[in-house]
């Protein structure tokens, strides 16, 4: 089946925000405008369409992300070309918006950054009230490291509170100061009525039930000067971003609306100017223009440039274009458990054409999968199709080695693409089946959920035989469970949240390990010696081979650095995983006869035992960037018991009414918070977690903690 949309009528889009601000009731006012779904689905009532999973509807909350497509034909468009007829129209001006819902609760914050590898463009939600959140901050930096184009959207301005100009205050001052207002509100709260277009200076209301009736109206009296005033504030913005506007405007020539969008579209593309638009997705206003400013500002896939890969065979650097002509390359960005077909993987193919009962290349894995059924996906309902074009997503069901983050290519032309990397848990429970029949499902079940989430680990206690699962947060963790029981059927009990220390290494040592056993017939034989170093915080683990002139044999490094790895992973202070070292294997010996792998392996876990004690062994703990909100009057409480929690106050504010702290505070202090917060506060207070770094546990508190695990 040839390609329906030209790739420069087709658009990859993700829509994030914080938790609450209004992120999916915006995807569900997309879906309606554009046709997809003829009812409007309501968090509140929880008949969403993106928000499909029963933890989703009865939390109110987006849990994973969920990917759709609909098609848009621009609202001036539509009215300019009214006299064609639908078929005609949708011909010559519909595009194709693949869309991703993204979840805006901290824990689930993996599924917005797998998001933003592989889509082109974002909506960033605010809430017309709170303006700029914690999740909005982390999710702005996802966005800035994968150099994703974005336009904001100032929702909820229907709300008691809303302040548009104090949200485009606090998205300048926190976020970016190169955001530029193209909208403005007629009226807030209550009396929120339309939107101004900044740039063709009109007004529009909203008519209809469902504000499907846009009517342009005259621009309200007591706005005209305030609007002008923008209205100059946004040309000059805009103009300064290219050089044949500004010099028409510095010579007194105003620029028109066509040069103003087209140097708008190119400023966006280039992430040099974010527009913000503003509305009420709850009460149908300004949906459509925002969904018309997606088309006008963020990229095709043809305005990107290629996307680099490595190719496995060279080692070379290599790029792939957008284009169907292209060897195929695409990126698998998640993988979903899907009752009905089983394992879904969800791709992007990034150049050339995936289709059907074709064999590609996992290059990551440097396996052959072969491509059963293609779907493209609607929420949670499915539609088949025989191929996906370069610039499209879709899922393919059934894949048997790919994970997230592998690169599916054409064998004849390999390719790694870049993968992406994902935040380390930070909190881990202990688990175990109810009765014998659900331990068999329990396994299953945990490792099918491993596969779709990459920040959700499952191990095993060596010493209790008990299961451990690690993940983001404790609702994390609890949807985990709860996905168990009604997805697999298994009823598990379950411990009290550990929180996931680490140990590390402060100064330099050398240590030797050696093995040696002699009991009749071949003995064993293993000698090395290490260097032991401190790496930066969050470097992880960095081993050196620096063996000359074969004092090791060769095929005796891996089983050296096998044996270190294993050591460093079960821990030497107190169990908990060694990390941020650098260990240099440099010399060592060995026997003609004796020597063995396991041996060698043995060596090298017991020289990293003795160089970890040698270099100040210390126990790290995950700091979490907290954010407390609360009414004036009880600021003093909160902060108290902000401090007697070893809190360090990193910055207070002011929102509305309410008092903002914010702070950093170690994790294993931040269990039962929200009751104490509730209670505190009258039930007035609320607070947002996320995890920043690991740093040094106080003396006192490592003993207690080292005491502990020794019981």
């Known amino acids: 089946m040839p390609r329906q949309y030209p790739m420069e009528r087709t658009r990859d889009i993700g829509i994030i925000a914080h938790i609450d601000a209004g992120k999916t009731t915006v995807s569900e006012r997309v879906l309606f405008y554009t046709g997809v779904s003829h009812k409007i689905g309501e968090v509140h009532e929880g008949d969403t369409v993106m928000d499909w999973m029963e933890q989703e509807r009865e939390r109110g909350i987006t849990i994973t992300s969920a990917a759709t497509t609909c098609f848009w034909v621009p609202t001036y468009r539509a009215q300019t070309n009214a006299d064609l007829d639908a078929d005609e129209r949708r011909k010559n001006f519909e595009y194709r918006i693949n869309l991703i819902d993204t979840p805006g609760h901290i824990d689930f914050t993996v599924e917005v950054k797998r998001s933003l590898r592989v889509l082109d463009g974002a909506v960033v939600v605010f809430d017309g009230v709170s303006g700029v959140e914690p999740q909005s901050e982390t999710n702005w930096r996802y966005a800035d490291d994968f150099g994703v184009p974005r336009l904001c959207f100032v929702n909820k301005l229907d709300r008691v509170g809303a302040n548009f100009e104090a949200d485009v205050k606090s998205i300048h001052e926190r976020l970016t100061p190169n955001a530029v207002p193209i909208q403005w509100p007629i009226g807030e709260e209550d009396n929120f009525s339309g939107v101004i277009d900044l740039l063709a200076m009109k007004a529009y209301g909203f008519e209809g039930e469902k504000g499907e009736r846009i009517v ?17 504030e946004a040309v000059e913005r805009i103009a300064e971003t290219d050089d044949v506007l500004i010099a028409k405007f510095l010579e007194g020539h105003k620029p028109s609306l066509e040069e103003l969008k087209s140097a708008l579209r190119k400023a966006t593309l280039a992430v040099r100017l974010v527009p913000i638009l503003c509305g009420s997705a709850l009460k149908n206003k300004g949906v459509q223009f925002m969904l018309d400013a997606v088309i006008d500002y963020l990229p095709a896939p043809t305005d990107l440039p290629p996307v680099k890969g490595i190719n496995p065979n060279t080692h070379e650097e290599e ?22 077909v089983g394992s879904l993987t969800f791709f992007r193919v990034y150049s050339g054409v995936l289709k059907r009962g074709s064999y590609v290349l996992n290059a990551s894995k440097n396996s052959q999968e072969r491509i059963g059924r293609i779907v493209r996906m609607h929420a949670n309902h499915r539609e088949e199709a025989e191929e996906i074009y370069a610039g499209d997503l879709g899922a393919i069901v059934g894949l048997k080695n790919t994970t ?9 032309h390999p390719v790694i693409l870049e993968s992406i990397d994902f935040p380390e848990p930070v909190i881990s429970i202990r688990i175990e089946p109810k009765t014998k029949a ?51 059927g298994v009823e598990a009990n379950v411990g009290r949240p550990q929180v996931a220390y680490r140990e590390t290494i402060k100064g330099k040592s050398e ?84 020597s063995s792998e396991f041996a060698f392996k043995i060596a090298g876990s017991m020289a990293l035992q003795e160089g970890a004690k040698l270099a100040k062994l210390v126990l790290l703990e995950p700091m979490m960037k907290v954010q407390a909100i609360a009414p004036a009057d009880f600021l003093g409480d909160v902060t108290g018991d902000l401090s007697s929690r070893r809190a360090k106050i990193t910055g207070m504010g002011e929102r509305g009414m309410a008092r903002i702290i914010d702070a950093q505070v170690p994790l294993s202090e931040m269990f039962g918070y929200v009751t104490n917060l509730r209670s505190m506060t009258q039930g007035r207070g609320s607070f947002t977690m996320e995890f920043s770094h690991y740093e040094e546990v106080p003396n006192n508190v490592a003993q207690a903690i080292i005491e502990g695990r020794k019981k």
């Open 216 to 232: 342009e109206i005259e621009i309200p009296e007591n706005l005209k000067a305030l609007v002008e005033k923008k209205h100059n």
């Open 319 to 340: 790029t792939r274009s957008a284009s169907d002509d292209q060897p195929m390359a695409g990126l698998a960005f998640k993988i979903a458990a899907d009752p009905f």
């Open 404 to 412: 997230t983050g592998d690169s599916l290519v054409d064998s004849e």
């Open 438 to 488: 659900d331990q068999e499902k329990m396994g299953i079940a945990l490792r099918r959920l491993a596969d779709e989430d990459p920040t959700f680990r499952v191990s095993g206690d060596q010493e209790t035989g008990e299961t451990i699962i690690a993940g983001m947060g404790e609702l994390h963790l609890e949807i985990i469970v709860d996905r168990m029981k009604r997805e697999f």
């Open 511 to 594: 240590a030797e390990g050696k093995y040696i056993r002699q009991s009749g017939g071949k003995g064993q034989y293993g000698h090395v010696k290490i260097r032991v170093e401190p790496l930066e915080r969050g470097a992880g683990f960095e081993f050196v081979d620096e063996i000359k002139g074969g004092t090791i044999p060769q095929e005796f490094i891996t089983p050296i650095e096998k044996g270190i790895k294993e050591a460093a992973d079960k821990g030497v202070l107190a169990g908990y995983q060694l990390t941020d070292l650098k260990v240099t294997l440099y010399d060592g010996s060995f026997h003609e006869v004796d």
